[in-house]
């Protein structure tokens, strides 16, 4: 099983950028596709942005394409967030599973997630 933990969260004004971490370790994490989701209060939890084992495969989010940059280094994947607006705001969490997905359903592992706060 591969563990999951995330950083780089905080407080951030309408513009501004954020850079979230997730370290994977545990039994061959680096096979793992790994993604992003996201849940604001009362949300549903939206997916964000995925990359595969390799980084070849991309997957993004409509509402942060072009906004938001994935990438992966072997075990650590990386959420470059540029021009932050308000409805960004969110708890992040990062998953993993053996492929690149858009829904939960394909990821097993679960981060405990990281705060993201974007001021109006």
């Known amino acids: 099983q591969v563990q999951l933990v995330e950083s780089g969260g905080g407080l951030v004004q309408a513009g501004g950028s954020l850079r979230l971490s997730c370290a994977a370790s545990?039994?061959?994490?680096?096979?793992?596709?790994m993604a992003w989701f996201r849940q604001a209060p009362e949300k549903e939890r939206e997916f964000v942005a995925a990359i595969s084992r390799g980084g070849a495969a991309l997957r993004y989010g409509d509402s942060v394409q072009g906004r938001f940059i994935i990438s992966r280094d072997d075990d650590t994947m990386y959420l470059q967030m540029n021009s932050l607006k308000f409805e960004d705001t969110a708890v992040y969490y990062c998953a993993a599973g053996p492929v690149v997905g858009m829904t939960r359903v394909y990821y097993g592992a679960w981060g405990q997630g990281t705060q993201v706060t974007v001021s109006s």
């Open positions: 545990g039994r061959a994490s680096s096979t793992y596709a």
